[in-house]
């Protein structure tokens, strides 16, 4: 899948990304927010991940900047299976934070979610030290739902979660156009 907006290109990744992808994902700052991410992360990480088989409705998407001369590689977004229920996972390396890309993407995605995916309802979660991601799941329209203990790899431990969810039902949180 690929969306384009304003500022970013949301699309799949590919073999050639494994170096851009490994130096954006592999700061410490990065890993210790998310469940499933090795910490050192390497090339190697990359690549194996980039390999990994895609299906026709797969919304895994790399983050693609348009803010310089050529696209730069800033994150990632999904919306994959977990525990049965699609469930919105991203995150950007730390150059790009707080300059609201990751709301952007996310919009984008959950417009796919909803018009290419027919998704009636996404999860999300949020490790509870890192309030950043809850108000960016908030300005998308997700609500609390509760809280739950989710194993971090980089950390090595569970760690508290808030757990969210979103109606994608009513379209409210995805009034936008989408790229052909």
């Known amino acids: ?10 699309r799949p990744g590919w073999p050639e990304d494994a170096p851009a992808l490994a130096a954006a994902i592999g700061h410490e700052a990065v890993a210790m927010k998310l469940a499933r991410l090795p910490w050192p992360y390497a090339e190697a990480h990359a690549q194996e991940w980039l390999s990994l088989p895609r299906g026709a409705t797969d919304a895994t998407c790399l983050i693609l900047s348009h803010d ?9 977004i999904s919306i994959e299976m977990r525990e049965g229920a699609p469930e919105l996972g991203y995150w950007l390396t730390p150059a790009a934070w707080g300059r609201g890309y990751a709301t952007e993407a996310g919009k984008a995605m959950l417009g796919m979610a909803r018009h290419a995916l027919g998704l009636k309802q996404v999860a999300s979660g949020y490790f509870a030290d890192n309030p950043g991601s809850g108000n960016v799941l908030r300005k998308l329209g997700f609500y609390e739902t509760g809280e739950e203990m989710r194993e971090s790899v980089a950390r090595g431990h569970a760690t508290r979660c808030i757990t969210m969810a979103l109606d994608l039902a009513d379209g409210a949180a995805t009034d936008f156009r989408l790229a052909a």
């Open 1 to 10: 899948m690929f969306a384009r907006t304003r500022r970013l290109t949301l």
């Open 68 to 76: 310089h001369d050529y696209p730069q590689l800033i994150g990632c």
